[in-house]
């Protein structure tokens, strides 16, 4: 009875170590586990700071790239605005320029004026003027006008313009000429500030 009941304790005891073995292993596997959740998570958290880190660098750079395309907009517009407005001025003072007749050239050479300077107004209409006060006869038609843009600076504008015309005095044939005008142009005031004649000849 007493051997039964050694047996009985020794079993009950080794059953006991045995589970307690068992627990043991499976907390360890537990523990295992839980270590391999946080190092992968701790991995997955660097990536994302470094992903976070790489996105925010990005958007720096899309964000400085944005800014250098805003400014490279903004400037070509204002450009492309000032050479629209230099290409009207220019083409309504020759239009005014080289379309006339002995009997509206007192009119035409005011709408000549509205386009220049007063220094240049003076130059062209002046007492010591570079144009004449009067037809004298003569009869002018602008045929075709080339403006071309050539350099900004703030509110200073330079170009040439090309100017294919016919002309001709009194009752005479006709005849086709070309000049060559570089253009001052200064954008704050709408005013033509200088024009000089590059050189003219016959065109066919």
Sequence with gaps: MINAI????????????????QENVSLRKLIA?????????EKEEKKLRKENENLSEEVVVYSES????????????VDSDLNTEFINVVTKLFEANLNFTPEN??????????YLTEELNKEYFGQKRNTYQDANGTSSQLELLEVYLKAIQD????????????????????????NIFKISYNSEVNKITN???LGNGFSE
């Design 155 to 178: 509110s200073k504008t330079e170009g040439l313009a090309v100017a294919y015309y016919k002309s001709k005095n009194n009752n005479q044939y006709w005849n086709r000429r070309m």
């Design 6 to 21: 050694l047996v009985m304790a020794i079993l009950g005891i080794s059953f006991w170590n045995i589970r307690q073995q």
């Design 195 to 197: 024009i000089i004649n």
């Design 33 to 41: 586990v839980q270590e391999e959740k946080r190092i992968a998570y």
């Design 66 to 77: 944005l800014k250098k395309v805003q400014k490279v907009e903004e400037n070509t517009r």
């Design 105 to 114: 050239y007192a009119d035409k050479k005011k709408e000549v004026a509205f």
